[in-house]
């Protein structure tokens, strides 16, 4: 069996790792830094190659995300129009899969920290809007998730922000099938092919906010970092001993890469291959469109 840690506490979902040392007494020091009023904290012990301690915590947002006050549809307003308008219509996406995960699944979507209206911002900024529609909506996918801006579900918010894109480029198109039934019953899951991808996406976001950690833990002799829904990653698959600005831009690049690619797949399985070709539209005539539709 390989050597494993957790990157999610086996107990809790909502703790992950933050810090990582062998040295039990530089861990306690590290525990005492945190703020008891704002981080909780859980220490575990792990017998790799030598005895390693993993600091895991947890801030922020917690319970059920539509039970969750949030103030952000007040803060939007403060956003450039464009940014504005799109903004607005990413947040009722979110409230749609929030509400239809619990219709599916008949579970809540838990809340893991505050939404976080200048990431969305600063994603939608950052996007280049230049190039073909595919193009374009896998780099909307791509930023926003990359951001993180939502307590949860910011795959399956992007992904439905993807599609809203691409209609408005051709009334036409249609998601394909992201969910299906389990065992013909009521509750659901990630359909295989799109699954692949948003386990994709998450190792490679796991491994750009971690990689000195895991640099560490791979040296120390873990093998596989697991994350929660069991998704592994394998550590000797990734460069973790980079700069860190290094390691920023280059699992970016990737992580756009890939959203790009579901993409270019979803357009294939929707028949509209043609979207590979057609120019995308920009900020200004994405948000031109929203507004009127309202």
Not at 131 to 145: D, K, P, Q, Y
Not at 151 to 170: C, E, F, K, S
Request: hydrophobic content about 35%; proline content about 3%.
């Amino acid at each position: 069996m390989p050597s494993r840690v957790y990157y999610h506490h086996t107990d809790n979902k909502q703790f992950s790792i933050d810090f990582v040392n062998p040295d039990r007494d530089t861990v306690d020091d590290r525990v005492e830094q945190y703020d008891d009023d704002e981080t909780d904290v859980i220490v575990e012990e792990y017998e790799l190659d030598r005895t390693v301690y993993v600091v895991y915590t947890t801030s922020g947002a917690s319970g059920a995300a539509e039970e969750i006050e949030y103030d952000f549809l007040e803060e939007i307003e403060e956003l450039t129009p464009a940014n504005r308008v799109i903004a607005t219509r990413y947040a009722s996406l979110f409230e749609t899969v929030i509400r239809e995960n619990y219709e599916e699944e008949g579970e809540r979507v838990q809340a893991y920290k505050d939404v976080d209206v200048e990431a969305i911002d600063n994603a939608l900024n950052q996007i280049d809007w230049n190039g073909t529609a595919v193009e374009v909506a896998g780099r909307i996918a791509s930023n926003l998730i990359l951001k993180h801006p939502l307590p949860n579900a910011n795959h399956r918010t992007a992904i439905g922000l993807v599609q809203v894109y691409l209609r408005r480029v051709d009334p036409e198109f249609s998601m394909p099938d992201t969910a299906r039934a389990l065992d013909g019953g009521e509750e659901y899951d990630w359909m295989e092919w799109v699954n692949e991808y948003i386990e994709d996406s998450k190792r490679l976001l796991t491994v750009r906010r971690n990689g000195k950690k895991f640099a560490y833990l791979e040296e120390w002799g873990c093998e596989v970092l697991e994350r929660k829904h069991d998704i592994e990653i394998w550590l000797d698959d990734y460069e973790l001993d980079l700069a860190p600005s290094t390691r920023w831009r280059k699992y970016a690049q990737e992580h756009e890469k890939l959203w790009i690619d579901f993409v270019s797949e979803a357009v294939d399985r929707s028949g509209l291959e043609e979207l590979r070709e057609i120019p995308g539209l920009t900020k200004h005539e994405f948000a031109d469109e929203l507004q009127a539709l309202e």
